[in-house]
């Protein structure tokens, strides 16, 4: 499918938290229709997605720093010149009931 009426062909777009899970698919379909993307997440690695339409850059990120997301920033912007995109999707899951037994209110 052409997907090139979105306009994104060439467009720098950030993923926090995009090494795996909907980040990283969410990253792929960027890449799939023409966009720079940049992966931003705690991963050791960089996450394997195919480059065939995109370009593919991956910093390593804590984004609970702001001292780390200033240099994944300035990073970006050095590697491609601006940011035209950003998917803030990093986040955590704590595995745990979601009401407590005990406190069935509280």
């Known amino acids: 499918m052409n997907e090139s009426w979105l306009g994104l062909n060439g467009?720098?777009?950030?993923?926090?938290?995009?090494?795996?899970?909907?980040?990283?698919?969410?990253?792929?379909?960027?890449?799939n229709v023409g966009c720079n993307v940049v992966v931003s997440d705690m991963?050791?690695?960089?996450?394997e997605v195919d480059t065939a339409a995109?370009?593919?850059?991956y910093v390593k990120t804590d984004v609970t720093s702001a001292k780390?997301?200033?240099?994944?920033?300035?990073e970006v912007v050095?590697?491609?010149?601006?940011?035209?995109?950003?998917?803030?999707?990093a986040g955590i899951n704590i595995p745990r009931?979601?009401?407590?037994?005990?406190?069935?209110?509280?």
């Open 68 to 74: 780390e997301v200033d240099a994944m920033a300035k």
């Open 54 to 57: 995109g370009r593919f850059h």
């Open 78 to 89: 050095d590697t491609f010149g601006t940011v035209d995109v950003l998917v803030n999707n």
């Open 11 to 31: 467009k720098t777009v950030i993923v926090t938290g995009g090494a795996s899970g909907i980040g990283k698919a969410v990253a792929q379909e960027f890449l």
């Open 43 to 47: 991963a050791p690695e960089a996450p």
């Open 97 to 106: 009931l979601l009401v407590d037994p005990k406190e069935p209110k509280g």
